[in-house]
């Protein structure tokens, strides 16, 4: 999951596309029989209780637009990038894909293997 963080882990700024995509995540781990009901139950809570900031992406799909036509990226990576943008804030990313098309650009969006 992609995160973008405010100043040294104050706080974290995240899409409200990261409910429903982490959602899927733990129902595919059911799927496969990885976890239990009651442990995808246990991590929905957690989920729900996580302490972060929630952005609109409806707010940032034109320049979010803009970047996956200039990258030939996915929107949905696009809008991290323009999150970061937006929020003049550094943004962390475990996609080294991604990383490697943005970086000449946008220098403030770092690897998370980087990042700790």
């Known amino acids: 999951m992609i995160v973008q963080t405010a100043a040294s882990g104050e706080r974290l700024i995240v899409l409200d596309l990261v409910f429903p995509e982490v959602t899927n995540a733990i129902w595919k781990r059911h799927r496969q029989q990885l ?8 991590l929905l809570e957690a989920l729900v209780r996580s302490p972060v900031a929630v952005e609109p ?23 991290f990038v323009a999150l970061a943008q937006q929020q003049g804030l550094p943004g962390i990313t475990a996609d080294e894909p991604l990383f490697n098309a943005i ?5 403030r969006i770092v690897l998370l293997c980087d990042y700790l």
Do not use: G, H, T, W
């Not at 976890?35 to 246990?42: A, D, G, L, P, V």
């Not at 409806?58 to 996956?68: D, G, P």
């Not at 970086?103 to 220098?107: I, L, S, T, V």
């Open 35 to 42: 976890i239990n009901r009651s442990e995808s139950r246990e």
């Open 103 to 107: 970086r000449a650009d946008f220098p």
């Open 57 to 79: 992406a409806a707010s940032l799909l034109a320049s979010a637009f803009e970047i996956a036509a200039k990258y030939d990226r996915a929107i949905y990576d696009a809008l």
